[in-house]
């Protein structure tokens, strides 16, 4: 089993950043894809960024393109997502998830944390 655990959620003001963690533990996750994806209540979840564990390859929605980078620290098994140049309709629930084939599709990820909140507000 794979727990997965997010941490830097909070308030911001519109055009802040935030970084998000995704600390892993109980197995490796160095074969794992790792994604990020937010939901807000009412609405499915949405894709917003993953990376690869083969090469690293990154890939973002259009949404966040330019605002948010992903990256990911194998040796501490953590995956970071630093969020700039923040958006009231970035407002939502963070989750990251762990898949072994896993990129925008949230059913191919198998682990998921619980998420943490990020609310964008004046």
């Known amino acids: 089993q794979l727990q997965l655990v997010e941490s830097g959620g909070g308030l911001v003001q519109p055009g802040g950043s935030l970084r998000l963690s995704c600390a892993a533990s109980?197995?490796?996750?160095?074969?794992?894809?790792i994604g990020w994806f937010r939901q807000v209540p009412g609405k499915e979840r949405e894709f917003v960024a993953t990376?690869?564990?083969?090469?690293?390859?990154?890939l973002y929605a259009d949404s966040v393109k330019g605002r948010f980078t992903i990256s990911r620290d194998n040796a501490k098994n953590t995956v970071y997502l630093q969020m700039n140049s923040l958006r009231p309709e970035d407002t939502a629930i963070y989750y990251c998830?762990?898949?072994?084939?896993?990129?925008?599709?949230?059913?191919?990820?198998?682990?998921w944390g619980q998420g943490t909140p990020v609310t964008v507000s004046s």
């Open positions: 998830a762990a898949g072994i084939i896993g990129v925008k599709n949230p059913e191919d990820y198998t682990y």
């Open positions: 109980g197995r490796t996750f160095i074969n794992y894809n």
């Open positions: 990376i690869s564990w083969r090469d690293r390859a990154t």
